[in-house]
Nanobody, 121 residues
């Protein structure tokens, strides 16, 4: 069974940091572009960041403003999203997803169940 599992979410104060992990089971992430998305209550899901299969291309949504960093460790079959200088508006459920072609195609076939991130004092 092909599965993505996110972890690392939690409660953090404004200005704090978290590291989210996206681990694969049943398949290898190598060869897949991996995207991170988020959905806040009452809002549509939005893209946050994406990294291509080789790790050489990364892109970020405008609202990231240099605060987040995406990386991958193919040996551990895991992709990370480092969240820094967090703001209350970053509160959302964060999801990772895999695209077998590239970040540009936007055809993410596999999705995780999400991890809750809450930024509050």
């Amino acid at each position: 069974q092909l599965q993505l599992v996110e972890s690392g979410g939690g409660l953090v104060q404004p200005g704090g940091s978290l590291r989210l992990s996206c681990a694969a089971s049943g398949f290898t992430l190598e060869g897949f572009a991996i995207g991170w998305f988020r959905q806040a209550p009452g809002k549509e899901r939005e893209g946050v960041s994406c990294i291509d299969s080789g790790g050489g291309t990364r892109n970020y949504a405008d609202f990231v403003e240099g605060r987040f960093f995406i990386s991958r460790d193919n040996a551990k079959n895991t992709v990370y999203l480092h969240l820094n200088s967090m703001k209350p508006e970053d509160t959302a459920v964060y999801y990772c997803a895999a695209d077998s072609i590239s970040c540009a195609t936007g055809e993410f076939d596999y999705w995780g169940q999400g991890t809750q991130v809450t930024v509050s004092s």
